[in-house]
């Protein structure tokens, strides 16, 4: 007489291999479609920011995060990250990123990953948009439309005297001692007006996200224009 078939040699009902097949290929597509979307967000919408050195302090502070939004239109006032590779002397370390549809969506699935491609990039406040007389200095400090704004100086600051350009910002450090602006790229000796062209300027500073005793937005400062 033959023993009945065990559960461990029945066959598996091809309705369940289906199913656990369909679930294998699930989980690439899903993870795939999370990356897709975190690109898309920093690409087009947010993007996280590590703050590299002391230029915005007591603003912002060497070592804390930040969001910044790549919507809305920019004002005087407000903390930017902007890539300067274009717009100040020096050797562009910017790689070739950009070529054709493969390099584009490389460069962005790194930027979402965090990986550095050598672009330069800075943070600091704009002060002056086109049309803006800008001078250096107004009692020790530099001057918009006869308007000191930002830190006071150093007696020995290079002056300069300049309309921005239409479609130019020009951008100011809270803290001149690690300033990294058009103010130092501006003036005697320079080969440049240190302005900015306004679709360099990446985005807008929202809210610091790290650490968390600091949650908010970045402190006013007195790189907007005093009465």
């Not at 087009?44 to 007591?58: D, G, T």
């Not at 809305?72 to 070739?96: F, I, K, L, N, Q």
């Not at 390099?103 to 050598?118: H, N, Q, V």
């Not at 800008?134 to 006071?152: H, S």
């Amino acid at each position: 007489m033959t023993s009945p078939a065990t559960h461990d040699t029945d066959p598996v009902p091809a309705s369940t291999a289906r199913a656990g097949s369909s679930r294998a290929h699930r989980v690439p597509v899903m993870l795939a479609a999370g990356i897709l979307a975190v690109v898309l967000v920093r690409a087009f919408v947010m993007q996280p920011y590590a703050v590299s050195s002391a230029s915005m302090s007591p603003s912002l502070e060497e070592g804390e995060r930040v969001l910044v939004s790549k919507v809305g239109s920019v004002e005087v006032g407000d903390v930017v990250v902007a890539d300067v590779t274009d717009a100040w002397p020096g050797p562009d370390r910017s790689t070739h990123i950009d070529d054709g549809l493969i390099g584009r969506t490389l460069a962005s699935a790194s930027g979402a990953l965090g990986i550095d491609l050598g672009e330069k990039s800075v943070l600091a406040r704009v002060v002056a948009t086109g049309g803006d007389e800008v001078v250096c200095c107004t009692d020790g400090r530099v001057g918009v439309d006869g308007k000191a704004v930002g830190p006071r100086l150093d007696d020995g600051a290079a002056t300069f005297r300049l309309t921005v350009p239409p479609g130019r910002v020009f951008l100011l450090s809270d803290n001149a001692t690690d300033a990294m602006d058009s103010r130092t790229h501006a003036g005697a000796g320079s080969t440049t007006d240190g302005t900015v062209s306004a679709d360099a300027v990446v985005g807008t500073v929202v809210t610091r996200i790290w650490p968390l005793d600091r949650l908010g937005p970045p402190s006013p400062s007195s790189s907007t224009p005093q009465s």
